[in-house]
């Protein structure tokens, strides 16, 4: 019972590094799309808007700054990926780590953003400006790590250096403006704030959609237990059912037909024939019936040497019930007929009885 429980959690982390694995490169090429945008973009406006204003120089600095801080990033998203898919079980290894400590790389790069502006322009004009929107670029890609650690730490990360940043530079705020949103230390701490709840939002997110993950994951071992169980006594439908009451076996009053195949002679067949043999002949005759049985929605309950008892109508109960069975039994027989025209088996003849 023990092996059987560890297995089917060994089964499930499986999957689920596999699939956060999958998720980082995705990770990926959303950062590396995103910055390739705003690397664009920040070109346009090196070439349109880098010479409008009182500081020309000034802004060509801090469009080039910024430029190069965004095509590093690029450069980096790419790299990750290329190490990612050459590393894959090194990397599927460590995941759980790596979530973390790209979490706190990831929320730095806004700040170094933020700081990188207050070279070129004024502090207050670098913590107010659009770098702070990155942000929330990377609290919320942290969702792809499903978890709400992760989601928080990146959260808690951007608020800490964000607040940092912003009251490093406070008292040059009075020299620059009057208005007291940008003066005021609470401005800050209200953004600080909202970065903090920001990255509590996106492990909520995350830890939903992970419970998510693993209960298809579940579902996914539950069904495949099952199938080994039944084998291909159980039509598709039936492991479905089961899933559905979640494995519960309950007694129900249902109206049901059974049908009952039996070969004829086959223990005058058997005579003088070696196990082998007997086997063989079994598989022939009895696989395709049984195929046609779970075709036709029934469930075989037995199977004997010289035939099987089959249900239609439970445990998934169907309103045809009748004729899924009677169509089972017809298709039985012409299959057989073929296959003894054809020569396919040694003939063979059966009776089927539908009750």
């Known amino acids: ?97 790596l979530r973390y400590i790209n979490a706190i790389l990831e929320s730095t790069i806004p700040s170094v953003a933020i700081i990188l502006l207050t070279f070129f322009l004024k502090p207050i004009v670098a913590v107010n400006s659009p770098a702070v929107f990155l942000y929330f670029i990377f609290i919320f890609i942290s969702i792809l790590d499903l978890e709400f650690k992760v989601c928080a730490l990146a959260g ?42 920001s ?8 830890h939903h959609l992970k419970n998510k993950i693993v209960m298809s994951l579940e579902t996914l071992q539950e069904r495949n237990e099952l199938e080994k169980i039944f084998g291909q006594q159980v039509s598709k439908e039936v492991v479905d059912e089961f899933i559905n009451n979640k494995l519960e076996i309950t007694s129900k009053k249902r109206n049901v037909s059974v049908m009952f195949l039996d070969i004829r002679n086959f223990s005058k067949f058997c005579e003088g024939k070696s196990p ?4 063989k002949y079994q598989n022939e005759v009895l696989g395709f019936m049984i195929e046609e049985v779970n075709r036709n929605s029934g ?13 239609f109508g439970a445990p998934v109960e169907y309103d045809n019930h009748t004729q899924n069975a009677v169509s089972a039994a017809l298709q039985i027989v012409n299959e057989l007929n073929k296959k003894n025209e054809n020569g396919e088996i040694l003939k063979t003849n059966i009776g089927i009885g539908i009750h």
């Not at 000034?58 to 898919?85: D, M, P, Q, W």
């Not at 530079?169 to 949103?181: H, Q």
């Not at 037995?302 to 089959?310: K, P, R």
């Open 1 to 97: 019972m023990k092996d059987s429980i560890g297995s089917k959690k060994s089964f499930i982390q499986d999957l689920f590094s596999e699939e956060l694995y999958y998720n980082i490169k995705v990770r990926e090429y959303i950062i590396g799309g995103v910055f390739a945008i705003l690397v664009l973009f920040m070109v346009i406006n090196l070439f349109i808007f880098a010479d409008v204003g009182p500081n020309p120089e000034a802004a060509r600095n801090t469009f080039i700054g910024l430029l190069v801080l965004l095509v590093i990033i690029v450069l980096r998203s790419f790299s990750v990926r290329k190490i990612i898919e050459r590393k894959k079980k090194l990397v599927k290894k460590n995941i759980r780590r």
């Open 156 to 197: 808690f990360i951007a608020a800490i250096q964000y607040l940092f940043i912003s009251l490093l530079f406070l008292d040059s705020y009075k020299e620059a403006t009057e208005l007291p949103i940008f003066v005021l230390p609470l401005s800050y701490i209200a953004k600080t704030v909202i970065l903090l709840v």
């Open 276 to 279: 082998e043999e007997i086997n």
């Open 199 to 206: 990255g509590l939002a996106a492990g909520g997110i995350a």
């Open 299 to 311: 469930i075989v309950n037995q199977i004997l040497g010289d035939g099987f008892m089959a249900t």
